[in-house]
Nanobody
């Protein structure tokens, strides 16, 4: 059974930091590109950051320079370090695992709430 379990969300003041984690089980983690998405109330889910199997990264313009995505294949875990948080970063953050090729697969976590407010 595949499971992506996010943790690390919570309430933080503007300018603060949080580190999200996503622990994967039931998949060959190193074969998957990993990503973070977020969805604010009334908004569509949007890409925040991705990291490929070889460690290449890409970020949404709105988080460049503030967020850092990383992965630890030995721990089957990806991370999102979020610094200089703003109110507009408030959303539910979802972990995503995607594998392309002849046997494509995609999985989602259940989400973790991040609220940036004073």
């Amino acid at each position: 059974q595949v499971q992506l379990l996010e943790s690390g969300g919570g309430l933080v003041q503007p300018g603060g930091s949080l580190r999200l984690s996503c622990a994967a089980s039931g998949i060959l983690f190193w074969l998957y590109d990993m990503g973070w998405y977020r969805q604010a109330p009334g908004q569509q889910r949007e890409l925040v950051a991705v990291i490929t199997t070889v460690g290449s990264t890409n970020y949404a313009d709105s988080v460049k320079g503030r967020f850092t995505i990383s992965r630890d294949n030995a721990k089957n875990t990806e991370y999102l370090q979020m610094n200089s948080l703003k109110a507009e970063d408030t959303a539910v953050y979802f972990c995503n695992a995607i594998r392309t090729g002849s046997v494509p697969r995609e999985y989602w976590g259940q989400g973790t709430q991040v609220t940036v407010s004073s």
